[in-house]
Every structure is written in C-alpha cells, then in structure tokens.
C-alpha cells in the first residue's frame, strides 16, 4: 500500500516547519547523545585512571610492607647478636674464672710439694747431693 500525502494545501508550509523543528530536535539529541558519549568515555578513563593508582597503592603498600619485615629482620639480628655477645661475654668469664682457679690450685699444689720435699731432705742428703753434683762437673769438665 502506498501512502499519500495529505489532501491540504498547508502540506509544503508544514512539512518545512516540522523539518526545521525535526532538525532541530535532531541536532538536540545528536549533541545530547555526543556529550552523553564522551561524559562515559570520561567516566571509562577516570576508571581506568582509578584502577592504576588502586595498583599503584597495592604496589606501594606491599613495598611497604616488605620495608618493615625488612627493619623487623634488621632489628631482631641485632638483638640476636647482642644476646650473643653477653652469652659470650658471661661464658668467657666462667673459663677466666675456671683457668683462675685451676692455676690457684696449680701454685698451691707445687708450693706444697715443694715445701714438703725440702721439709724432707736431711742435711746430710744435701751435703751428699752436693758432693755429687761437684763430682759430676769435674768429669765432665775432664772430658771436654
């Protein structure tokens, strides 16, 4: 079926109108729909923008937190070898003190033996031992 125009004699007149007034609307919803396309291409780039600096902040946080496990490593080493040190240092004060007592002992020891077994010699062992010793030099001086 085939449309006819209409039958009145304004057709020309309205048709111009209603084409102005639809250009009109036209370009209104073409400039609507224009802004409305980069308002969202806007919106998809703030998105995009948000997204990286969300990484970027992820990034951060986990360099962060890598940066404190670091000092707490850092810290608990130096603890670590400051418990050692004072281990050592009361070890070696218990050796000092062992080797200490263990020369007391020693001393007292050889001045008691020594006591003892000059205590012990007669004076005629003495005079024998020194005879003997005179003896001794006089061969060996003979011999040289």
């Known amino acids: ?5 209409p039958r009145s004699t304004l057709f020309p007149y309205t048709t111009l109108f209603r084409s102005a007034e639809m ?24 998105e995009e923008k948000s997204q990286w600096e969300a990484q ?3 990034m951060l946080f986990d360099a962060k937190r890598e940066n404190v ?4 490593e850092a810290t608990y080493r130096q603890r670590l070898l400051q418990v050692y ?3 050592k240092k009361r070890l070696d004060y218990q050796v000092e003190l062992q080797n200490a ?10 001045k008691w033996i020594v006591d003892n077994v000059l205590k012990n010699i007669t004076p005629q062992q003495e ?10 030099l006089k061969t060996l001086a003979g011999k040289t």
């Open 1 to 5: 079926m085939i449309r006819r125009p």
């Open 23 to 46: 250009d009109k609307e036209k370009a209104e919803m073409d400039k609507f729909r224009s802004d409305n396309i980069d308002f969202l291409r806007n919106g998809i780039v703030d």
């Open 56 to 58: 970027g902040e992820k």
């Open 69 to 72: 496990y670091l000092q707490l």
């Open 85 to 87: 040190g004072e281990v």
């Open 101 to 110: 007592s263990r020369r007391i002992e020693q001393q007292h020891m050889v």
């Open 127 to 136: 005079k024998e031992a020194v005879q003997q010793c005179i003896s001794n």
